[in-house]
């Protein structure tokens, strides 16, 4: 770059009016010129401006007459550079100093076009400055509005958890006064029947002291002593008392021999229930090995004919019949827990009704002895039962399936007689649906511990090998024919800040509702049987 050069730029260049060096510039691309005045003069801002200075022409920049004193300047100076002839004060000189430019942003005015490019770069690096401030400035206001936000949503989780923490205190609070309430109105019966006892004991010391006296009345009249009327009274209560405990024992062993008799009679019912499994396993097997159609389809077709069996199975031979079956929802996750029942054909008929009705099969949760029972593989694999975990049953809630679960399991089966709700510790259903916020439905049958009975003789031998072994080898045995109707309650949702034990115990009462409500107290076998077929009588 020569800076006395004064021709015309190369095509397609510029002439930098800083150094008078020739910048490749095309009418769109100013890139390089842009470049240029920041690698080579630092100018960082108002390239346009140079930019436009150096497009104007002598005439555009000066004005007419400026610009051809301008010419005549430019062709004496290059006449004054071949002689030694120092020339005088040119009128480009006065122009230059006649020449006023005027700052745009603040009004200043400068007598050369590069002070005021210098006082524009100047002007707009301060004006950056106070936008750098601008923005720190705002920046500190953003991070304190987010500290404030932050903090009060900290505040707010502060205050709902303590809220749930009262909430759940107060819970607490009304099941310990309800408790303490039920064991005043327990005392009060008590002592109630402690004064009953004992005035009863009083009058019977009264009229023992009555019979004392008219004995010895009689005995002086009949002229014998009073120890010998004593030695008779007292010969005749151990001949009553033996009396009494011969025809209790009689009584008991009567009852016993005849449940022996019974059993020997039905205990191949239980077993037509297992053999109509067999059945179903035999169905499904035959779909999957020779149907053509696609292994889901042909299993559904399996499964639909096996519930179609099952309803017509607990329709004619116990008359089965649902109430309230609007409770299981038709689509969407739902916990079903049912009383388990000696066999449970009730649960089978439910089971069968909800796919006729829906297609929905439930997976149910069993107790891990299953496994002991032959072909238990096939039943996991068609029916879907098996003793999930906790995290099974949730991933099958979350992906909206049914869930059936007993949780008084075997133990409840085996040995209640008379349709108790016996849950242990177990709350394990209940900690799923709290974590699922899935609804719990309360299930029970009526009269299906006089369908199919367990054996009420040595129940403490029984009960003592089951807690042994966890082996159910207790003798069952009915199969009668009596009505079955199947009561299913109203959903129980979980509430925030429950606890399992709290949700297991609304859950208990709600079955336990629903058994003081349609199952008739003193019921047998007889009596049930005399119920379905009094029409017939």
């Not at 108002?46 to 497009?55: F, I």
Request: glycine share 6%; hydrophobic share 35%; with cysteine.
């Amino acid at each position: 770059m020569d800076p006395q050069w004064n021709g015309a730029p190369p095509s397609g260049s510029l002439t930098c009016m800083l150094c008078r060096g020739s910048v490749p510039c095309a009418k769109n691309e100013t890139q390089h010129f842009r470049s240029h005045l920041q690698h080579h003069h630092g100018v960082f801002y108002h390239h346009e401006v140079l930019l436009s200075v150096n497009v104007l022409s002598s005439s555009e920049l000066f004005g007419e007459e400026d610009s051809q004193d301008v010419v005549e300047l430019e062709e004496t100076t290059e006449n004054a550079s071949n002689s030694p002839v120092i020339l005088p004060t040119r009128k480009k000189d006065i122009i230059e100093e006649a020449k006023v430019h005027n700052c745009r942003s603040c009004n200043a005015k400068f007598g050369k076009l590069g002070d005021l490019i210098e006082h524009v770069n100047e002007y707009t690096a301060d004006d950056k400055r106070e936008q750098e401030n601008i923005e720190m400035n705002r920046q500190s206001l953003e991070n304190e509005r987010r500290r404030l936000i932050e903090k009060k949503r900290v505040i707010k989780q502060r205050k709902e958890s303590e809220r749930k923490r009262l909430e759940g205190e107060k819970l607490k609070m009304q099941r310990e006064i309800q408790i303490k309430r039920q064991e005043e109105l327990s005392h009060t019966d008590e002592v109630a029947n402690s004064e009953e006892n004992m005035k009863m004991d009083v009058d019977k010391r009264n009229v023992m002291n009555e019979t004392k006296a008219r004995n010895r009345t009689e005995a002086r009249k009949e002229g014998l002593t009073f120890e010998s009327t004593e030695k008779v009274h007292h010969t005749n209560s151990l001949l009553n008392s033996s009396k009494t405990r011969a025809t209790s024992l009689l009584k008991h062993c009567k009852s016993a021999l005849l449940e022996i008799l019974l059993w020997y009679f039905t205990w191949l019912g239980p077993f037509n229930l297992l053999l109509l499994i067999y059945v179903n396993i035999l169905m499904c097997l035959f779909f999957e090995f020779f149907s053509e159609e696609a292994e889901t389809k042909a299993m559904k077709k399996a499964f639909s004919m096996v519930a179609k069996m099952w309803s017509s199975y607990t329709s004619f031979w116990h008359g089965q019949t649902f109430v309230g079956m609007d409770n299981i929802p038709r689509e969407g996750p739902a916990v079903i827990v049912w009383y388990h029942g000696p066999m449970p054909v009730d649960y089978l008929g439910l089971i069968a009704e909800v796919f006729n009705r829906d297609g929905r099969v439930i997976n149910s949760v069993v107790d891990r002895c299953l496994s002991n029972v032959p072909g238990s593989g096939y039943i996991k694999k068609y029916f879907k039962c098996d003793a999930f975990s906790k995290v099974q049953c949730a991933g099958l809630l979350e992906s909206g399936q049914l869930v059936g679960i007993a949780p008084g399991g075997s133990r409840e089966a085996l040995f209640d007689a008379s349709y108790g709700v016996y849950w242990g510790k177990r709350v394990g259903f209940a900690k799923v649906a709290l974590l699922t916020s899935t609804p719990i439905i309360p299930i029970f049958t009526e009269n299906i511990r006089e369908a199919y009975c367990t054996m009420s003789t040595a129940r403490k031998l029984w009960s003592t090998l089951f807690e042994m072994t966890k082996l159910s080898i207790v003798p069952i045995y009915g199969g009668f024919p009596v009505k079955l109707t199947t009561h299913v309650g109203t959903p129980i949702t979980p509430h925030k800040g429950e606890t399992a034990d709290m949700l297991k115990q609304r859950v208990k009462m709600a079955v336990q509702e629903l058994v003081n409500a349609n199952q008739k107290k003193g019921q047998t076998i007889k009596s049930a049987l005399i119920e379905r077929y009094e029409t017939f009588v």
